[in-house]
């Protein structure tokens, strides 16, 4: 372990640092449950989407400010354990666009709602609510790993990289049943539900790209 790495986590900082880190990467993990949720709804024919779209939007811009209070945090500090600080905020950034994705899928299914939408194209989007749940959820493990064993924060991040790679798969199936389940739909209507496939498949993505960096901050740490 890099002496600047354990010098940084041996201040006054340490503890404030980590319950922000882990705090982050809750609220991202609410903001993907709420998306969950609103995929539910949606699927169900719910009339008024707006209180479950409000809980995603929530999440997102509370998972924005708990990584603005933590890169005020992480601000100070030696040159020699700028490396390391650069890497926790590289690593929050990418935790971030989970929710930002999770944030864009909900508004276009929001902007979608009461429009007449096949029930086999929802069963499509709904079958992504616990496939991003779970790769969320294995991204927050290895993230919370880092600061306990970083050998098996590198495990974690090999098991998002599997669940990421399901989702990839439903993507390309999905993908390829809208053609046909949408193909008497209006094409503004179509164009925002291959968005909405997308920002889903990105969120996953995102997931993938976070633990990019825990493998990078695994390595510096064992």
Known sequence: ??????DWFA???????????????????????SLHELLREWAGGRADLLPAYNAVKVHERA?????????????????????ERTFLLRLMG????IADWAH??????????????????KGEFLKFGPKLEAVAEATSKAVKLLRQSPLEALEAADEVERLEEEVDNLYAESRGRL???ASGLPAPVVVLLFEALNALENAADACEDSCDIVRELAVRLS
């Open 179 to 181: 053609l046909e389940l």
């Open 1 to 6: 372990m890099s002496e600047g790495f354990l």
């Open 104 to 121: 864009e899928a909900a508004r276009i299914l929001a902007v979608l709602n009461g429009r007449d939408i096949p029930h086999g194209v």
């Open 94 to 97: 990418r935790v971030d666009r």
């Open 11 to 33: 201040g006054q900082r340490r503890e404030k640092g980590l319950r922000l880190i882990e705090r982050h990467m809750l609220e991202v993990l609410r903001c993907v449950s």
């Open 63 to 83: 998972a924005d400010e708990v990584r603005r209070e933590t890169a005020r945090l992480l601000a100070g500090g030696s040159e020699i354990d700028a490396v």
